[in-house]
């Protein structure tokens, strides 16, 4: 079955480490994107790649980084410089804007 | 600033009943929304797609109406389930992207509890 995997599911993290996200997709998707989501708030985007090698920063890019070395792989990494990661982050992907296909998410929670 | 509001607080209804979720924006031309729904602790999973030259789509039990006058969507679920309690999400795209300053935009999302 074609779908994103996240993983992760659950992370601690203790201040001062950096932690990477996984995000696999067998979907074929050019298009993959990290947004996080804070309890009653809206997803905000973090990062986007419209093809290999190449990403843009979405709202919130800071204290992030990703890398976007094969199609099916857009693995976001947590820095110690994000003041307050303690979220829940969602990777997705599409071939377009018409239908974002999302992975099952991946907590992250600073010690 | 743009805005996309949907309501923060619950939404509870009888099984059986018409749920009605809203979707206000600000400040935006959206070229189209989207509908989105999704489970605690999971990722959102697409439902419906309505243009802005589109008044309304239906699928299923659900049918979502678009108001560019109004700035505003509506989504309806009619002859609610139970398994119909989640979390709808409403998501904008705008219609010039320039870069991921405007790319889709979520609302903070309403959550719906259906109950027997």
């Known amino acids: 079955d074609g779908g994103i995997t996240q993983s992760p599911k659950y992370l601690f993290r203790k201040e001062g480490q950096n932690v990477t996200l996984s995000c696999e997709q067998n979907l074929n998707h050019d298009a993959m994107y990290w947004y996080r989501q804070d309890p009653g708030q809206g997803l905000r985007l973090i990062y986007y790649?419209?093809?290999?090698?190449?990403?843009q920063k979405g709202d919130i890019a800071e204290g992030y980084s990703v890398s976007r070395e094969k199609k099916e792989s857009f693995p976001l990494t947590v820095t110690s410089a994000q003041k307050n990661p303690t979220a829940f982050y969602l990777c997705?992907?599409?071939?377009?804007?018409?239908?974002?296909?999302f992975g099952e998410g991946s907590r992250l929670t600073v010690l | 600033s743009q805005k996309i509001e949907q309501n923060s607080e619950a939404l509870n209804i009888q099984e059986g009943k018409t749920a009605t979720l809203t979707c206000n924006y600000t400040n935006y031309s959206p070229a189209y929304l989207q509908w989105y729904r999704q489970d605690p602790g999971r990722g959102p999973v697409f439902l419906l797609l309505?243009?802005?030259?589109?008044k309304e789509k239906r699928k299923e039990r659900l049918k979502v109406t678009f108001d560019t006058t109004l700035k505003q969507s509506l989504f309806h679920i009619t002859a609610s389930q139970p398994a119909d309690s989640a979390t709808y999400l409403c998501?904008?795209?705008?219609?010039?992207?320039?870069?991921?300053?405007?790319?889709?935009?979520f609302g903070g999302g309403t959550r719906l509890m259906v109950k027997p």
């Open positions: 790649s419209q093809i290999v090698n190449d990403f």
């Open positions: 997705a992907s599409s071939i377009d804007l018409w239908e974002l296909f």
């Open positions: 998501a904008l795209v705008p219609r010039v992207l320039n870069n991921a300053g405007n790319m889709l935009t």
């Open positions: 309505i243009r802005e030259n589109e």
